[in-house]
């Protein structure tokens, strides 16, 4: 079946979509799909849902499923103990227009894409956003793909706590990297990639704290310039 609903929507409980064919589509210039506290989101086995923006606010959004899709007019935050996952060949889009997505704004995100899951989000990504946040993104699997476009940002720990961990053939493909002072981006595995066009290491909006990258046991990155511990105490 097939829901449309204007004005976003609010899960506190149990909402399931499922099999081709089944969507919910949200319409609203600033409309959202909010799951918070309590509630669950389960996108399966080829459904598909679309809207404005997606919040995963002390909630659980579950995108899994080959064919299985959810597309944003603009992006999406995971925060107060919230947390995303796309998995298993399931696929999110933002629009090229859409604003920066959102893991660890004020309180804590998880984000996770295994298993062949596909993210793709023009606009870049914030993990640790503000001060006394804590982001937390994993991209795991072959695959498994985050991919930003041309003038995108992708920040780890920039104001707060952010962790990227790209492993077993996963890869992240954005045109400015940053791992701020309070940043661990870790790239382990064979096949497993971060492709960056700038990359800086212990920049950031506060130049202080310890930024760590890691390449390990047959992983790669690639940029074509670079800036590592650029700025007094980073």
């Known amino acids: 079946g097939v829901l449309n609903s204007a004005g976003g ?3 506190s409980g149990v909402a399931t979509i499922t099999g081709p064919g089944s969507q919910w589509n949200v319409s609203g210039q600033y409309s959202s799909v909010y799951v918070g506290q309590g509630g669950t989101l389960l996108v399966e086995e080829g459904a598909a849902g ?4 997606l919040a995963a606010n002390s909630g659980v ?4 499923g080959t064919g299985t899709t959810w597309n944003l007019a603009y992006a999406f935050t995971v925060d107060e103990g919230g947390t995303l996952t796309v998995q298993n060949g399931a696929a999110l889009s933002t629009m090229a227009s859409g604003g920066v997505s959102v893991v660890g704004y004020s309180g804590t995100g998880t984000f996770s894409i295994t298993g062949g899951g596909r993210v793709n989000s023009p606009a870049g990504a914030i993990v640790g956003a503000n001060r006394g946040s ?4 994993v991209v795991d699997g072959a695959g498994s793909q985050w991919n930003s476009g041309s003038q995108s940002t992708f920040e780890v720990g920039s104001e707060g706590s952010g962790t990227l961990t790209i492993s077993n053939g996963g890869t992240v493909t954005n ?11 870790t790239i382990t ?3 497993s990639s ?3 066009t700038y990359l800086d290491v212990g920049g950031g909006d506060v130049f202080s704290g310890t930024a760590t ?5 047959g992983a790669s990155g690639s940029t074509q310039d670079r800036e590592i511990a650029a700025y007094n105490g980073s």
């Open 194 to 196: 971060w492709n960056n």
């Open 61 to 64: 959004i579950t995108l899994t």
């Open 9 to 11: 929507g609010t899960v």
């Open 175 to 185: 045109w400015f990297g940053l791992v701020g002072g309070f940043g661990t981006a």
């Open 189 to 191: 595995g064979a096949g």
């Open 134 to 137: 804590a982001g937390s993104m």
């Open 50 to 53: 679309s809207s404005p923006f």
């Open 213 to 217: 990258l890691t390449v390990s046991s």
